[in-house]
T-cell receptor, first 114, second 111 residues
Framework: NAGVTQTPKFRVLKTGQSMTLLCAQD?????MYWYRQDPGMGLRLIHY???????AKGEVPDGYNVSRLKKQNFLLGLESAAPSQTSVYFCASSSPGPWNTEAFFGQGTRLTVV | AQSVAQPEDQVNVAEGNPLTVKCTYSVSGNPYLFWYVQYPNRGLQFLLKYITGDNLVKGSYGFEAEFNKSQTSFHLKKPSALVSDSALYFCALYGNNRLAFGKGNQVVVIP
């Protein structure tokens, strides 16, 4: 009964380093999303995917890349981390909406870039 | 462009009193509206949604929301707040294959 699992849960990066955040879902959902949460800003959509092999830009895509090679996984990459990317990152998945769009969220990844 | 607005940063309410968290929306077509709750150090959890039908929607944990088309609002309500309701509440609007969230409202229920 895992739902949406994010790896890792915490990470500290130095400016310029790269990393990949992994999101895995076991609900056979078509749609997957990456959001970042910052104080007073709510959740902002970085990238999303409406199916295996597809990706699309959200509100704040700059500095991030994504891949959806398998339906159950959605990877978020930071090629050259910057302090402005310090945030809490959430992955979510859902069926195609709006009727079935109850999105399920992971527990979050707290990323600090120093 | 579609968007939601949550005009208050924080809502303070005494335990046992009614709780209201406000949300207004802007969309060109039919609104598909959602409420989520986030407890500390956790992901968001679905509370309820309005797609069509009755303007009063009932959801989890005793919460309900009232859809008002003329006022473009979708306020979250609970008749009697509990201390355990203290959390961050997000309104969201679905469109173009994605959910757009408001900035969130911190709810503090005072014992």
């Amino acid at each position: 009964n895992a739902g949406v699992t994010q790896t890792p849960k915490f990470r500290v990066l130095k400016t310029g380093q790269s990393m990949t955040l992994l999101c895995a879902q076991d609900m056979n959902h078509e749609y997957m999303y990456w959001y970042r949460q910052d104080p007073g800003m709510g959740l902002r959509l970085i990238h999303y995917s409406v199916g295996e092999g597809t990706t699309a830009k959200g509100e704040v895509p700059d500095g991030y890349n994504v891949s959806r090679l398998k339906k159950q996984n959605f990877l978020l990459g930071l090629e050259s981390a910057a302090p402005s990317q310090t945030s809490v990152y959430f992955c979510a998945s859902s069926s195609p909406g709006p009727w079935n769009t109850e999105a399920f969220f992971g527990q979050g990844t707290r990323l600090t870039v120093v | 462009a579609q968007s939601v607005a949550q005009p208050e940063d924080q809502v303070n309410v005494a335990e046992g009193n009614p709780l209201t968290v406000k949300c207004t929306y802007s969309v060109s077509g039919n609104p598909y509206l959602f409420w989520y709750v986030q407890y500390p150090n956790r992901g968001l959890q679905f509370l309820l949604k309005y797609i069509t039908g009755d303007n009063l929607v009932k959801g989890s944990y005793g919460f309900e929301a009232e859809f008002n088309k003329s006022q473009t609002s979708f306020h979250l309500k609970k008749p009697s707040a509990l201390v355990s309701d203290s959390a961050l509440y997000f309104c969201a609007l679905y469109g173009n294959n994605r959910l757009a969230f408001g900035k969130g409202n911190q709810v503090v229920v005072i014992p």
